[in-house]
């Protein structure tokens, strides 16, 4: 009986250790929906705040990014030739056309996709 209580209170530990690495990794990411014509590419962008890589959240089924060629977890580098700087800057690339040359990076991978809302 007492090595199952040893045993509770080590379970406890680990899951403490887990959420606290959790909060470390996830605390980094600024997360918001897109906005305007952003939502048109059907994904939604994360920036990191140290080091300013655009990250694809989340993707729409239906939408213009996933047919495109993007998944989750791809990092944005250009969109149109320009480094988005910002979610905002890269929300104001998103609204100024509908057709968008991507650079992204995916794993050890680098691709470009072209991104067109009015495509499908």
Do not use: C, Y
């Not at 406890?12 to 990411?29: K, S, Y």
């Not at 993707?59 to 910002?86: F, K, Q, W």
């Amino acid at each position: 009986m007492k090595d199952l209580g040893q045993l509770r209170w080590l379970a406890v530990g680990v899951i403490l250790i887990a959420a606290l690495i959790a909060v470390w990794t996830l605390r980094d990411l600024e997360v918001r929906p897109p906005r305007g014509a952003t939502t048109d590419i059907g994904a939604t962008l994360a920036m990191r705040r140290s080091g300013h890589a655009l990250i694809v959240d989340s993707l729409r089924s239906d939408g213009a990014a996933r047919r495109a060629g993007l998944l989750v977890g791809d990092r944005i580098e250009t969109i149109d030739g320009n480094a988005p700087g910002s979610l905002e800057a890269a929300e104001h690339i998103f609204d100024s056309r509908s057709r968008h040359s991507v650079h992204i990076r995916r794993g050890a991978r680098s691709l470009d996709l072209v991104i067109d809302t009015h495509q499908g």
